[in-house]
């Protein structure tokens, strides 16, 4: 069955860094949009960025010029770099697969920053 495993979160104080790694098997990695979305308390979950097969980039308002995401298609994995890191960061952060008819997502995992 379809996997995608994040790893790379934890705690951070404000103005760190973390990055997130999304490792993706049983698919056809480089026919995949891949996408880093994420869900803190009480909100809904919300798209924070996002690179598609062909390498186009978008990125949420709120995370632009501190977040990078980039995709290692060798390694079937979607990293996201979080730089300047903001206790509104602070979410569930899940990976994203989303290809012609299916779309699948991580377990998610926790980033919590510190203010």
């Known amino acids: 069955q379809v996997q995608l495993v994040e790893s790379g979160g934890g705690l951070v104080q404000a103005g760190g860094s973390l990055r997130l790694s999304c490792a993706a098997s049983?698919?056809?990695?480089?026919?995949?949009?891949m996408g880093w979305y994420r869900q803190a308390p009480g909100k809904q979950r919300e798209l924070v960025a996002a690179?598609?097969?062909?390498?186009?980039?978008n990125y949420a308002e709120s995370v632009k010029g501190r977040f990078t995401i980039s995709r290692d298609s060798a390694k079937s994995t979607v990293f996201l770099q979080m730089n300047s890191m903001k206790p509104e960061d602070t979410a569930v952060y899940y990976c994203?697969?989303?290809?012609?008819?299916?779309?699948?997502w991580g377990q998610g995992i926790q980033v919590t920053v510190s203010s």
């Open positions: 994203n697969a989303a290809g012609r008819l299916r779309n699948y």
């Open positions: 049983r698919i056809i990695f480089s026919m995949f949009d």
């Open positions: 690179v598609t097969a062909g390498g186009s980039i």
